[in-house]
């Protein structure tokens, strides 16, 4: 049971002012232990994978990823984030608009295997960003509003390749007693929206 936070919405500004305040305790400086214990289910034994990273933030595992080979690709609503991404990692980049997407930018490593698209997830489309190998979702499902998950799992199913790897971490809790985000996900939920 979802209990209080069915209806709970965070809006756009709300995730922006948390970046802007420094209120980020999502944010993690070290890779997650998940990712690393489960690399070999996510990568099946391919080597140059695209993997998307929705709502990335400034994820450190996004260059981990990209200097064992693979094409990242990331979205995230606060430029602040990416910027800082970039900035902290030393990786020189260039920013784009993303054609036909409205005040929306791709920031781009010199190097070109990390792509990080500063807008709102659901402006993006398999025509925008192209399809996935795998998916490393550590923290967008949770942050998604309850009532906007079954568009989110219909864009991310639409921005995989068949044989994609979906990883994906949840928190177990009381949600009458913390109103989120992170969001309570229970795995029934999962299923329902993923199969």
Not at 10 to 22: C, D, H, M, S, Y
Not at 42 to 48: A, E, K, S, T
Not at 97 to 117: C, D, E, F, H, R
Request: proline share 5%.
């Amino acid at each position: 049971d979802a209990g209080a936070q069915k209806e709970r919405v965070v809006t756009e500004e709300e995730w922006l002012q948390k970046w802007e305040a420094g209120k980020t305790g999502f944010h993690k400086e070290q890779g997650h232990p998940l990712l690393q214990k489960y690399l070999d289910i996510l990568l099946n034994g391919r080597r140059g994978l695209r993997i998307f990273f929705p709502l990335c933030g400034k994820a450190v595992e996004m260059k981990w990823l990209a200097d064992m080979g693979h094409r990242v690709v990331g979205v995230e609503i606060s430029e602040q984030a990416l910027k800082e991404f970039f900035t902290q990692n030393g990786l020189p980049y260039r920013e784009e608009p993303v054609p036909g997407t409205v005040g929306a930018k791709v920031l781009q490593s010199m190097s070109g295997n990390i792509s990080l698209y500063c807008c709102s997830i659901y402006d993006l489309s398999s025509a925008i960003v192209g399809k996935f190998d795998g998916v490393w979702d550590r923290g967008a499902l949770v942050a998604v509003n309850p009532c906007d998950r079954q568009r989110y799992a219909s864009l991310m199913i639409s921005l995989m390749e068949k044989s994609s790897s979906y990883l994906l971490v949840t928190v177990l809790y009381d949600p009458n007693k913390h109103k989120g985000p992170p969001f309570y996900v229970p795995e029934s939920e999962v299923k329902s929206l993923f199969g």
